[in-house]
């Protein structure tokens, strides 16, 4: 039962949660121990809040998910929980990421639970209405990792700027498109439509495309951001763009995995266990901290 449970609440999504910490990275506040202290605290609530989703998401998708190769391993839809246990843990993780804030300080409390209330509307409304819509469904994907950012910044008090915000978002869209790419695979083999409501509007000449597009967009955004003066001025170098060789690679090695070997049905997995986009984010991190610092 605890397996199960610690299955439902996929804590290895949590790596997503991160981002919370990316203002302190890019603003120059690595070293500042209140600033890691206040968004440890956003990360414990979002981590509480996503794994609250993900028991809704799975009570709600348990029929279509035992059609899914993968997904009908999860305990919902597997059986080893049963929707009222998945019900009562959706309802206390979602209070928890609710009053996790309550931890901050007053100045940023009621900000970051505006944040992680719309968050938490969001992806709700999303399990339960807004998945079924092509586009719209990554879209909110996307933009769930923008609140993450955005509530890190606020926590802390650091000011993002619109090159952070715009390259999380194309970021995130195409990882969530990758992953959707997944979906159409499983249903051009099996014809089933329960798998995903909203997969019949999507196929694979539209998703390589879009992959194609966003791919080149994000690589282009990324060196328009290192190579603006004002990034250069407010970050006293001219070298960021040397970092610009490692979100290359990353971005073509996502589209190999994705096109050629049909691999993008959990970015989160890639990130965790691809030798190759491991190292071009070590690196990515290593090159700019040592700019930037």
Known sequence: MIRALIQLIRPAQWVKNLLVYAPLFFGGRLFDAPCWLAATVVLAAFCAAASGIYCLNDMIDAEADRHHPQKRLRPVASGSIGKPTALAATVILIAASLLIPLFLPEGVRVPVEIILGTYLLLNITYCLKLKQFAIVDVNCVAIGFELRLLAGGIACAIPLSPWIMVMTYLLALFLALGKRRDDV????????????????????????????????????????????????ERLHTEYLFVTAIFVTAGVLRYLQLAIVESRSGSPTRILLHDRFIRGCILLWIFSFAIILY
């Open 185 to 232: 695979l499983i249903y051009e083999r099996q014809g089933r439509r329960e798998i995903r409501h909203n997969v019949t509007a999507y196929n694979l000449t539209f998703i390589n495309a879009a992959l194609g597009v966003l791919g080149a967009i994000v690589i282009v955004c990324y060196l328009m951001y290192c190579l603006s003066a004002d990034v250069m």
